[in-house]
C-alpha cells in the first residue's frame, strides 16, 4: 500500500485567515515532503522532514510554517497568504530520504 | 543548478502505437530516475524508476537509462487513451541536498483513437 492522505481536497481562504493543510501517511515512511506546484509547472519543493525532524527548508516565506508532530502526519500552517500562493499543495513521503517518493491527491488552494 | 529537460509536447500517438518519451539531465551525480504521470488536475503517480544502465520493463512501460549519454526515456507499448497525461522526469542525487528530486517541465502526451 503506497497510500498518502492530504485533507482538505479544496480550501479557500482569504489573505487574513489563518489555516493549515494535513498529510498522513501509515507506510513507515521516515521522510516527507511539501511540494507546491502551479498550473502547468511541475511541483516545487518546499520542505523535507527526515526523522520527524525538518532537513530541507527551501527558502519557503514564513507565511508558511511546517509541523511534523510525528512520524504519520504532516501539517503545513498557513497565514496571510498571497493570491500568488494559490496552487495545488502536493505532499510526499519515502522510506527514507534517498529512496522513491509517493504523492498524495493534493490540496487545491486558492487564496482570495 | 540541476536541469532536466523536456520536450513540452504536445506528444501525439495513435491508439496501439508506441509512444517515446525523452528526457535528458545535467548532472553527471544523478543516481536514480523516475517516471511520474500526472492527469490534469490531479497529483503525480509513479510509474517507473530506474537507477542502472540499461532496460527496465514493467507490463507496457520500458524505462531506459544511458547515463554516459545523461539520457532516460520512457518507451509506452500499446498506447491507449487512458496513457494521455503530462509525463514527468524526475532525477535524484544521493546524500544530503543531493537527495532532492528535480523534475523536469514535463511532456504532454495525447492518444489519438
Known amino acids: 500500500d503506497t497510500e498518502v492522505t492530504q485533507t482538505p481536497k479544496h480550501l479557500v481562504m482569504g489573505m487574513t485567515n489563518k489555516k493549515s493543510l494535513k498529510c498522513e501517511q501509515h507506510?513507515?515512511?521516515?521522510?516527507m515532503y511539501w511540494y507546491k506546484q502551479k498550473a502547468k509547472k511541475p511541483p516545487e519543493l518546499m520542505f523535507v522532514?527526515?526523522?520527524?525532524?525538518?532537513?530541507i527548508n527551501e527558502s519557503v516565506p514564513s507565511r508558511f510554517s511546517p509541523e511534523c508532530p510525528n512520524s504519520s502526519l504532516l501539517n503545513l500552517h498557513l497565514h496571510a497568504l498571497q493570491p500568488e500562493d494559490s496552487a495545488l499543495y502536493l505532499c510526499?513521503?519515502?522510506?527514507?530520504?534517498?529512496?522513491?517518493?509517493?504523492f498524495g491527491p493534493g490540496t487545491r488552494l486558492l487564496v482570495l | 543548478q540541476k536541469e532536466v529537460e523536456q520536450n513540452s509536447g504536445p506528444l501525439s500517438v495513435p491508439e496501439g502505437a508506441i509512444a517515446s518519451l525523452n528526457c535528458t539531465y545535467s548532472?553527471?551525480?544523478?543516481?536514480?530516475f523516475f517516471w511520474y504521470r500526472q492527469y490534469s488536475g490531479k497529483s503525480p503517480e509513479l510509474i517507473m524508476f530506474?537507477?542502472?544502465?540499461g532496460d527496465k520493463e514493467d507490463g507496457r512501460f520500458t524505462a531506459q537509462l544511458n547515463k554516459a549519454s545523461q539520457y532516460v526515456s520512457l518507451l509506452i507499448r500499446d498506447s491507449q487513451p487512458s496513457d494521455s497525461a503530462t509525463y514527468l522526469c524526475?532525477?535524484?542525487?544521493?546524500?544530503?541536498?543531493?537527495?532532492?528530486?528535480?523534475f523536469g517541465t514535463g511532456t504532454r502526451l495525447q492518444v489519438t483513437l
Open positions: 510526499a513521503s519515502s522510506q527514507f530520504r534517498e529512496e522513491t517518493q509517493y
Open positions: 507506510m513507515g515512511h521516515r521522510a
Open positions: 522532514y527526515s526523522y520527524e525532524k525538518l532537513s
Open positions: 548532472d553527471r551525480g544523478s543516481q536514480s
Open positions: 530506474i537507477y542502472s544502465n
Open positions: 524526475a532525477v535524484k542525487g544521493w546524500g544530503g541536498t543531493a537527495s532532492k528530486l528535480t
